[in-house]
Structure formats: C-alpha cells, structure tokens
C-alpha cells in the first residue's frame, strides 16, 4: 500500500446542478482570528476579521475552488492596511487579493468542476504548508450520492504542542511541515512511482491528527461546507444530542487509538484504529444485526432526545436500542469513546456516567475492564466469545470471576456452561512468604533481575506492601504494619 506523506486527505464529491457554494466559518478560539481566501475565480472576499465566538458565511461563485486559513496575531488600520504575524498573505491588506497565505498555516482546500459530467466537488484539510490553528471542514445541507460518504475532517488537535523544535515556528504559533521546511524527497514524497516509507514526522502527524492521514476518495452531493476554528478537542470522539454518526462516519478516540463505527452494514463496534484487519474489541449488537427498515436510508447512531438513550435509526426510525437510562426530555448528555476504548453516555450537568461499554463486555478484555459481579448495575460481567472474527453469535466459552467459597475467587471458563477450566484458589503459601521477606528487610528478593538498578528502592518496598495488601480480600488479614 502506497504510504502518502503530504499529511491531508482529500475527498472527491458529487453532485447535480452545483451553482453556489455557502461556506460558513465560526471561530471558537479564545482570540480573534482573520481568514484569508485566496482562489480562482477571484470574487469579492478574500480576508476578513472574525472575533471570538462569532461566525461568517459567504458564497462562492460557480467553478470556484480555492484555500481558507486562519491569520492571527494581525494589526490592521482603519483603512484595513496592515499584517499578520502568523498566515500572512502578503498583501499589506485585510484582504488578500488573491494571495495566499505564508506557511505554517493549516489550509482548507475547495474545489469545483461543473463542467464534469457529475458536478465534481472536493474538500480537504490540508498539513502539506505546516499548521497553525485547529481546523474542522464538514458538509451541511448535502445529499447523497453514490456511497454517500461525507465525513467531517480535519485536526482538532493543538498540534503545537508536540511540535518538534526543529519544526517550530521562531516565537511559537506554528509548526512547519517537514515537506515545506527541508524540501526533501523522503519528506515531500512527490514521486508518484516511489512508495515513500513512513518517518518520525510522519508518525507525529498522523497520532496527534489522525483525520488529515487519510487519501481516500468518496462521493456525495454537497450544498454548503462549515469551516470551525479551534474546534473541541473532543469533535471526532463525541455525539451531543441532536447530532449523530451516520453509516459512513466514524467516532475517534482522541489520541486517535480507538474507532467506533458501522461495519458489514449490520453491527455497530469499536476496534483499534491501527488493526489493519480491523478487528472488533467490542460488538454492541452481536447476536442482532440491524435490519434497515427501507432501501437508501442512513442508519444512523444518535441520543434519543425524550430519554437520552443511545439509539440506532434507519432513516429516522428507531430499530434498535443500544443502552436503557432514563435522562428525561431534551437531556444534557454526550455519548464519548474514550482512549481506553470505552464508550459512554455521560450526563454532562453531574458528569455521572448513565452507561458505559465496559459494563457490557463482549469477548474482549480491555485494560480497565472488570469482570464479576458489579454492586452498582447488578450485572454479571462475562467474556463471551463468538463463532468466529467475523460471526458474532454466541459461541461456546464464557470467562467470568466466579466464587470459590465464602472467602476466594476465580476465574473460569465453562463451555456451554459446564466448568472447563478454571484458575483454582490463590496461591497462599506464596503470599505468606513474601510477607515473611518484607517484614523481616528481605523484600529485595522479591526484585525482578531484569530491572537492574533503574528504579527507587523505597518506592519498590512501598510499591510491594500495598501490592500485598491488595490481594487480601480479608481485612484481618491485611497487614499495614511491617
């Protein structure tokens, strides 16, 4: 698979009878910020001031593709003459006239060509002149065409935190790109016959914002585009009521480890973002495939506005139910897939989470996932496993944390509910051993060689008692004097 180091995604869309196109751009940011448009054919808006909080929409002309940034740190006079010290086009002007902007600047990309026999449309976000700003394109008032895949793109990430030095832009505010800074071929990767290997760089780019590594194409009628500067952090992680993730949109952890989505048409699931096999860590509906109740609708996840449940919609119809809570009408709720791979519906007046993934395990267990009997939802947390990878009915081993008698556990697996193997009572010799070395100065035995002397004696002994209290489900039988 060819590996494309320009750091953007572009996506082509179709559409009929494209004339205008509405651009609305909302600046988040907790500073004012000046946009900058530069494009053919040249139209009457080219720059602008956009205070904070505020929000301005212009139309394009027909065949109009072109570039929108972020200026900041600007000064300009009553007559409108002046600079910016980051973004700058040039032009000695509020507007730009045509010029485009001095990187690092993170761009928005649009493009038109109505005289394709499809009205073709493209957007992107584009890292290839470095980055400035937090940057969210998506479509609104679109309809579908083809595959109708749509999804909003860009980075919501401050990447100029973990720009690199040598990447930084003198005074801090930006953060070249390494294509656009050394101008070497193993950082533009501008051969089309070379597959360019992947470099730290790259790397970075890609974890800190993971929508602006993907060169897929895809295809849909388009209306207007909303360009968000300084979007949350959390604007590819979250459903908020009244929005939701349609079949071809994805949720993204924010560290970019996790996606939760639509797959084989018929089940939603979340599963490690760099699994080239995409293999599931969790099936919200494995032993019932969504049945779409009519041709060319969007199944879709959103909240349910009278009880704040998360809900699967096929073209506004409800056909299934994904969690049971009761938040009341119009409820103060986010639905959030968290870098733990957990996902959850959390009331955001309280912050108490009303469901969680994690309480419902399917057949994989998650670092922070618990099984056994929880006193909270009074639910039995088991793995269950699935006929295959790919059929998600039940299969015939289940995992879960069974009690031995009035005083141990253990884990068992039964097959089809008989025991077949179980862990067996702890080992409790080896305890009161080494609660024999700690109380008489020996706890070093207990060190594992390959450590060395990397790390801090007393915290290693603290760090062992309380690991030894841990273990003692009886408080007799926790000793907290040594």
């Given at each position: 698979?060819?590996?494309?180091?320009?750091?953007?995604?572009?996506?082509?869309?179709?559409?009929?009878?494209?004339?205008?196109?509405?651009?609305?751009?909302?600046?988040?940011?907790?500073?004012?910020?000046?946009?900058?448009?530069?494009?053919?054919?040249?139209?009457?808006?080219?720059?602008?001031e956009l205070t904070e909080g505020n929000s301005h929409s212009f139309q394009t002309p027909p065949n109009w593709s072109g570039r929108l940034w972020g200026r900041t740190g600007c000064t300009f006079n009553g007559s409108g003459h002046g600079s910016c010290k980051i973004g700058d086009c040039g032009s000695g002007e509020m507007e730009c006239n045509g010029r485009s902007a001095t990187p690092p600047v993170t761009v928005a990309e649009f493009g038109t060509n109505e005289r394709s026999i499809f009205n073709e449309t493209s957007f992107d976000v584009s890292l290839m002149d470095g980055y400035n700003l937090q940057m969210t394109v998506e479509v609104?008032?679109?309809?579908?065409?083809?595959?109708?895949?749509?999804?909003?793109?860009?980075?919501?990430?401050?990447l100029n935190k973990r720009?690199?030095?040598?990447l930084m832009l003198k005074g801090g505010g930006g953060c070249h790109s390494p294509c656009q800074l050394f101008g070497t071929p193993e950082y533009c990767c501008n051969n089309s016959l070379v597959v360019c290997e992947p470099t730290s760089y790259s790397r970075l780019f890609s974890s800190a914002c993971p929508r602006t590594d993907d060169s897929s194409s895809s295809y849909c009628g388009v209306a207007n585009y909303t360009v968000k500067f300084c979007p949350l952090e959390d604007a590819f992680s979250t459903i908020k009521v009244g929005k939701q993730l349609n079949d071809y949109d994805q949720l993204l952890s924010i560290s970019g480890k996790f996606t939760l989505g639509?797959?084989?048409?018929?089940?939603?699931?979340?599963?490690?973002?760099g699994d080239a096999e995409a293999r599931k860590v969790w099936v919200a509906n494995p032993n019932k495939?969504?049945?779409?109740?009519?041709?060319?609708?969007?199944?879709?996840l959103s909240?349910?506005?009278?009880?704040?449940?998360?809900?699967?919609?096929?073209?506004?119809?409800?056909?299934m139910k994904i969690s049971d809570v009761q938040a009341g009408p119009n409820p103060n709720v986010t639905a959030k897939l968290e870098d733990t791979g957990n996902f959850r519906l959390i009331n955001e007046i309280d912050k108490r989470v009303l469901w969680q993934s994690f309480d419902h395990p399917t057949n994989v267990l998650l670092q922070g996932m618990k099984l056994g009997y929880d006193t909270r939802t009074r639910q039995?947390?088991?793995?269950t496993s699935w006929v295959t990878d790919d059929i998600f009915d039940t299969g015939a081993f289940t995992l879960?944390?069974?009690?031995?008698?009035?005083?141990?556990?253990?884990?068992?697996?039964?097959?089809?509910?008989?025991?077949?193997?179980?862990s067996g009572f702890p080992d409790i010799e080896a305890f009161e051993y080494a609660w024999e070395l700690l109380q008489h100065g020996n706890a070093l035995e207990l060190e594992d060689p390959t450590l060395g002397s990397t790390y801090d004696v007393q915290q290693f002994l603290r760090t062992s008692h309380v690991a030894l209290l841990c273990v003692q489900e009886r408080a007799l039988d926790r000793r907290l004097h040594i």
């Open positions: 698979m060819k590996h494309k180091q320009s750091f953007l995604f572009f996506f082509f869309l179709f559409s009929y009878g494209v004339s205008e196109t509405t651009i609305t751009v909302i600046n988040d940011c907790g500073f004012t910020v000046w946009p900058g448009i530069s494009g053919s054919p040249v139209f009457d808006i080219s720059g602008f609104t008032d679109g309809s579908t065409y083809l595959s109708g895949d749509c999804p909003k793109r860009g980075c919501a990430y401050d720009c690199p030095v040598e639509f797959f084989n048409e018929n089940y939603l699931g979340i599963w490690y973002t495939s969504i049945i779409p109740t009519s041709d060319g609708e969007t199944i879709a909240i349910d506005q009278n009880t704040g449940n998360l809900i699967i919609t096929d073209g506004g119809t409800t056909v039995n947390k088991i793995l879960s944390w069974e009690p031995i008698d009035e005083t141990y556990q253990s884990l068992m697996i039964r097959r089809r509910g008989q025991p077949y193997w179980t």
